[in-house]
């Protein structure tokens, strides 16, 4: 069983909003602090979202603004909300065990951390 899965992705128009949701076994958002990747075809994965379990939330340039993290401990998920899409947003995104420290620069996630999920697709065009 894997301890983080994705879901919630799907193709909108520019301008539009995807919701995702991240469901965590057992009680991991309690302990650890939960972030959002995404990868896109021939480009490296990149950390745009991060909450920590302490509260700190942190967002990379790319999406700090269009993108608001959250988090539901009675159901156990991280919610990625995503508005203003962009055809560069277009990636698989995924959610993993992350760092998240206050002023962090970029979002990294933990070296320890090699069970990814699926992900799920999120595809943004007209």
């Known amino acids: 069983q894997l301890p983080l899965v994705e879901s919630g992705g799907g193709s909108v128009q520019p301008g539009g909003s995807l919701r995702l949701t991240c469901a965590a076994s057992g009680y991991l958002l309690n302990i650890f602090n939960i972030g959002w990747f995404r990868q896109a075809p021939g480009k490296e994965r990149e950390g745009g979202s991060c909450i920590a379990y302490g509260g700190n939330i942190n967002y990379n340039n790319a999406v700090r603004g269009r993108f608001t993290i959250s988090r539901d401990l009675a159901n156990h998920t991280v919610i990625l909300q995503m508005n203003n899409l962009k055809p560069e947003d277009t990636a698989v995104y995924y959610c993993?065990?992350?760092?998240?420290?206050?002023?962090?620069?970029?979002?990294?996630?933990?070296?320890?951390?090699?069970?990814w999920g699926p992900g799920t697709q999120v595809t943004v065009s007209s």
């Open positions: 993993a065990l992350t760092l998240c420290r206050e002023g962090d620069q970029t979002i990294e996630p933990r070296v320890d951390f090699h069970s």
